[in-house]
């Protein structure tokens, strides 16, 4: 059966969308925390130099991708109470993640979740002088 995160796309750029949130879905996304990071000289964020930078750190701490969250996380955390969803960081990154932890279908919450994980790639990626597509990515 297709996850649903694979279901109701209808461009290439839809696709692109999901294919980032499929590789942090199953941990595929290379953090420097990340198994899949290659040879690590230190696991602190490459942003914000901070903390480490593991999957919470990435969607909801780091102070240069600030911006991003705050255009879409007010959103989405209205999800959350819309569905009495605990906005503690691990519910929210499930909810963002994989659609199937909301009660109902959310088409809308769906697409702003999948629009906010690429645009938080490709402002990472530009911030860390490479280039914003999966391109990069799927060269690992």
Not at 63 to 81: A, E, G, S, W, Y
Not at 116 to 135: D, N, P
């Amino acid at each position: 059966k297709l996850h649903p995160i694979w279901q109701d796309l209808e461009s290439p750029l839809d696709i692109e969308q999901a294919t980032i949130r499929a590789l942090l879905l199953v941990q595929r996304y290379p953090l420097t925390s990340s198994p899949v990071a290659g040879i690590r000289t230190c696991e602190k964020c490459p942003l914000c130099k901070s903390e480490p930078e593991t999957l919470t750190h990435f969607l909801l701490h780091c102070q240069p991708l600030q911006d991003v969250r705050d255009k879409f996380l007010p959103r989405i955390l209205n999800t959350c109470k819309e569905y009495g969803i605990s906005v503690d960081p691990d519910s929210i990154i499930k909810i963002i993640l994989d659609p199937t932890h909301l009660p109902y279908k959310n088409q809308n919450h769906d697409e702003i979740c999948r629009k906010f994980l690429y645009k938080i790639h490709t402002v990472r990626s530009v911030k860390l002088g490479g280039e914003a597509g999966y391109s990069k990515i799927s060269k690992l």
